[in-house]
């Protein structure tokens, strides 16, 4: 199956600073890739949506200024938490589809502590 | 916002038995997809079902949607205590032309040995 890597798996950070996050599909060409954050216990919440070559589009409450994302080829989109605070401490996690296929291929997943 | 809402919040079996989660959502979708997570880890797509299925199996899973009601079921047989886990539903809404999930609040599973 396809398969969709992230880097780095587990990041702490101090507040202030800005992390950035990779997702790359990794034997396949996405058209669109997903960002989602998921705080514990809790379900995923898309963030934004984000085309290769062209600019994200952001869920309503999600400040795209803040979370700053590329998706500069068909095999990597980043995300950039910028002037990280704890309340970013989150769970981030990025899926990737294909224009061929209805499923999407979910990254492992990004672990933020913001201290 | 979420627009799926599952239900049990949290189901704890012995192995071998069955384990059923539901799933109703608000609007039209397009389709519903059960995905799995551990603990701490990515999603793994589990099952879709079209808006036009009524039901879907694959292994040990059987999954219903009865858009009459917009409310899907997934049906775990003979539970293992691997398959402790949350579940999670999410719909493609109908209108959506870009693949956009709507995830559900998830279910966590727990199967005792």
């Known amino acids: 199956g396809a398969v969709v890597s992230q880097h780095p798996s587990r990041v ?3 507040s202030g600073t800005s992390v950035k996050i990779e997702c790359r599909s990794l034997d396949f060409q996405a058209t669109t890739m997903f960002w989602y954050r998921q705080f514990p216990k809790q379900s995923l919440m898309l963030m934004a949506t984000s085309n290769e070559g062209s600019k994200a589009t952001y869920e309503q409450g999600v400040e795209k200024d803040k979370f700053l994302i590329n998706h500069a080829s ?3 989109s980043t995300l950039t938490v910028t002037s990280a605070h704890p309340e970013d401490s989150s769970f981030y996690i990025c899926s ?3 224009g061929a ?5 979910f990254g492992p997943g990004t672990r933020l502590t913001v201290l | 916002s979420q627009q799926g809402e599952e239900d049990p919040q949290a189901l704890s079996i012995q192995e071998g038995e069955n384990a059923t989660m539901n799933c109703s959502y608000k609007t039209s979708i397009n389709n519903l997809q059960w995905y799995r997570q551990n603990s701490g880890r990515g999603l ?3 099952i879709l079902i079209r808006s036009n299925e009524r039901e879907k199996h694959s292994g040990r899973l059987r999954v219903t949607l009865d858009t009459s009601k917009k409310s899907s079921s997934l049906l775990i047989t003979a539970s293992r205590a691997a398959d402790t886990a949350s579940y999670f539903c999410a ?4 209108s959506s032309n870009t693949g956009k999930l709507i995830f559900g609040q998830g279910t966590t599973l727990q199967v005792k040995p």
């Open chain 1, 101 to 105: 296929k209805v499923e999407q291929f």
């Open chain 1, 74 to 76: 068909l095999t990597l």
């Open chain 2, 91 to 94: 719909t493609v809404l109908g």
């Open chain 1, 12 to 14: 702490i950070c101090k």
């Open chain 1, 96 to 98: 990737a589809e294909s």
């Open chain 2, 44 to 46: 793994v797509h589990l």
